[in-house]
């Protein structure tokens, strides 16, 4: 971590997240965090003073840009963050929460679902693929329908015509 004067230690990162203000969504690269605070990096970053929210891979926080300067920002955050939580360096527990200082609801999803056994994954891939092929086969039906609608009205007239030539 770097110290200067009477600043928050920060530790440098490179973690890639979103970032909320009135106006939606925007992608930021979060360049360093400290327990307070954070400096992104990003095309379309909200105007100082404004309230955001940031979202990373586990985590969710919300503060105040109090600079701004081209494609950079600085965040001052309404409560403290574990710094190593958000920098991936320790394991959020599963279950937990990460919202103002705990771990992200989607993150245990996630990990729930990477403790699935075997078979259970072999099922559900088994379903996604009955899924696909059913739906192949139910496009393929009206292609088909559609081919012989728009091919049987020039045989009907020409069968119209013969029958007429003949009498």
Known sequence: MT????????KPTFIEAEIRDGSGWAEVLICNISER???LRGEHLPEEGSDVEVRGPAFVVVGQVRWRCGNRCGLRLREATDIQMISGEVDAPIGDRFVLGKVAQKLAWVKNQANLTPAFR???RLIEFVLVVLACVALGAVAVGSIASILSHPLRRTSFQIDSSRN
């Open 122 to 124: 072999q099922a559900r």
């Open 3 to 10: 110290h200067s004067g009477d600043r928050e230690p920060r």
């Open 37 to 39: 605070g954070m400096m």
